[in-house]
């Protein structure tokens, strides 16, 4: 029998800082718009990023070894990764590019729509994780599920090549929060979370810039 499933390394989620899209109050989450530089942090995000940054130092305290570096490709975390990862001051630290990361993908008929469509979003998770609304608007978007199944796989290669280490995800709200499900189902002993426990995912929102670690 396989052993049960449990974490052994210590996660902190940090979300990208006030980005422009953020201050345009639109949705970006396609991944080639995603990495254009016109939707990097705003002058408050990169001041978020420095502070979060200050705040992993010291949770970070006296470890022997150097955190692993998680961030989304889109411009707006890999930016908010670097100013992290400045403010260590240890120049082992690597920032990995790691795809599975990247924004939820809403659809191509929100993409630049305004940022009050999230409440629609949000409101049809809470009725069905596993499937999209009918209709063309958000057709070839992803389903909580889809983004906790990469999330998972992901997780579990972490797990698989790592023990003891503090692990810093560098991502984006809808997919932290997924994340943050994901972890806990983990140390709960199952690979993937429950409809229930997905649908529930916005009990871990998190504020631009904020770091977290993820208690489980």
Request: glycine residues 8%; charged residues 25%; contains cysteine.
């Amino acid at each position: 029998m396989a052993a049960p499933l449990r974490l052994r390394n210590r996660y902190f989620a940090l979300r990208h800082g006030r980005s422009l899209a953020n201050e345009a109050r639109v949705i970006c989450s396609a991944p080639k718009r995603g990495v254009l530089p016109e939707f990097a942090l705003a002058p408050l995000g990169r001041e978020q990023a420095c502070a979060a940054g200050t705040a992993l130092k010291a949770s970070l305290g006296d470890a022997a070894r150097p955190p692993l570096v998680y961030a989304s490709p889109f411009s707006r975390t890999q930016e908010t990764a670097r100013l992290a990862v400045e403010q260590l001051g240890d120049g082992r630290v690597e920032i990995v590019t790691e795809t599975a990361l990247r924004e939820r993908y809403f659809g191509d008929g929100l993409e630049g729509q305004p940022d009050s469509r999230y409440a629609d979003v949000w409101a049809a998770d809470e009725a069905d994780v596993c499937s999209l609304p009918s209709g063309q608007e958000r057709a070839n978007g992803e389903t909580v599920m889809d983004v906790a199944a990469r999330l998972g796989a992901f997780i579990a290669r972490i797990e698989a090549a790592h023990g003891g280490r503090e692990v810093l995800l560098v991502g984006h709200g809808d997919t932290l929060q997924i994340a943050q499900v994901v972890l806990h189902a983990r140390a709960a002993g199952r690979e993937q979370p429950s409809v229930d426990e997905a649908r529930r995912h916005r009990s871990f929102a998190m504020e631009t810039g904020e770091l977290r670690e993820v208690q489980v």
